[in-house]
């Protein structure tokens, strides 16, 4: 009977054995998440990357169709809205019928002529603020 009760006891986690597995697990998270969180946070960086050259090659196709880029004040909305002046528009040029938000849920700027390209598509970053480094720089279709 005594055999029996002592292999019942041996059979599970102690409460002292829990906790030391927790206090484990807390230190490896307080060194991995932060790492863990500037990788996500470089995910949005790289998607607005993405997101301009997407913008970048639709302007070419309605360069194409009308002769010209859109005027500044026309902006992207020039890519599903037919301007008053772009005679050969076939758009939308965008499948959603929406310009897209950056990462941060704010309009891309656009330009154009552009100061350091043909035309600029950017994006302030998650400060919205132009400059910045990390998740606060600009990321625009120069870079």
Excluded: C
């Amino acid at each position: 009977m005594q055999h029996q009760h002592r292999q019942r006891r041996q059979r599970g986690f102690t409460l002292m054995e829990l906790l030391v597995v927790l206090a484990i697990l807390g230190l490896l998270m307080s060194l991995v998440g932060p790492r863990v969180l500037n990788q996500l946070g470089g995910a949005k960086s790289k998607t607005a990357g993405i997101q301009i050259k997407d913008l970048e090659q639709t302007l070419e196709m309605y360069k194409l169709d009308v002769g010209r880029f859109p005027s500044t004040s026309e902006g992207l909305e020039a890519l599903v809205r037919k301007p008053a002046n772009a005679a050969g528009w076939n758009g939308p040029y965008l499948k959603s019928n929406e310009v897209p938000l950056d990462p941060w849920n704010r309009e891309y700027h656009y330009k154009y002529p552009g100061e350091k390209a043909e035309v600029d598509i950017f994006t302030y970053g998650q400060n919205g603020v132009p400059g910045g480094e990390g998740e606060d720089a600009d990321v625009g279709n120069w870079r």
